[in-house]
């Protein structure tokens, strides 16, 4: 957001929900910020899998209609594979070594949540698939970034390293709903940024 002179505005809470319809919900005050804001941009992150583990087409679709008149555009993420519980810097110390894969359950959870995203990409909601990133042909989990440190926190949060990784595929995504050419800065007006939950 710095280096592209975005105002930036971070929806997020820990262990509670956010988007609309879910049980104890902060929807309310997220919808009330982003219709006084209508940012450029909304960013989704989250874990889908578990967010539309039930009737997941109609919950993300009720989440997307309520999104559509408070921000311009909406980027959705897709959620990236868990690294298992042995993947983690103590347990690779203590001699665990890979390859590391995602648990089968996890992976085919995680993989009909993003089938469902993607369902919804069209040209005011961009869907940026992340998983390609975190995997190797045979389908093992890149727990060590290219700079040597690991990708993951812990088994379902990406580490700033991780996060560096999915940078520079948001920055393209960003340019092209913004229509900016992909070496320009942004000059001196801030775009009005909101990634929501």
């Known amino acids: 957001a710095h280096a592209l002179r975005f105002r930036l505005n971070i929806l997020s809470a820990a262990k509670t929900n956010e988007l609309p319809g879910e049980p104890g919900t902060l929807w ?3 919808s009330q910020f982003l219709g006084d804001r209508k940012p450029d941009v909304v960013i989704l992150a989250q874990r889908w899998s578990t967010k539309l583990a039930d009737d997941g087409e109609n919950h993300f679709g009720s989440t997307i209609a309520s999104l559509v008149d408070r921000a311009a555009d909406i980027i959705v993420l897709t959620q990236p594979p868990f690294a298992p519980a042995n ?20 992976a085919q959870n995680r993989k009909r949540a993003n089938a469902i995203i993607e369902k919804f ?29 690991l990708a993951y926190h812990d088994s379902t949060h990406l580490s700033g390293s991780g996060t560096r990784l999915v940078r520079g595929r948001l920055e393209q995504v960003l340019r092209k709903t913004l229509n900016l050419p992909e070496t320009r800065s942004l000059g001196s ?3 009005d940024m909101a990634p929501a939950p």
């Open 121 to 149: 990409a069209g040209s005011r909601i961009r869907v940026v698939d992340v998983s390609d990133i975190f995997l190797d042909r045979d389908n093992s989990i890149r727990v060590i970034a290219p700079e040597g440190r």
């Open 87 to 106: 993947a983690t810097r103590h347990e690779i110390l203590a001699g665990a070594r890979g390859p590391f894969f995602e648990d089968p359950i996890e």
């Open 28 to 30: 309310p005050r997220v």
């Open 189 to 191: 007006q801030p775009y």
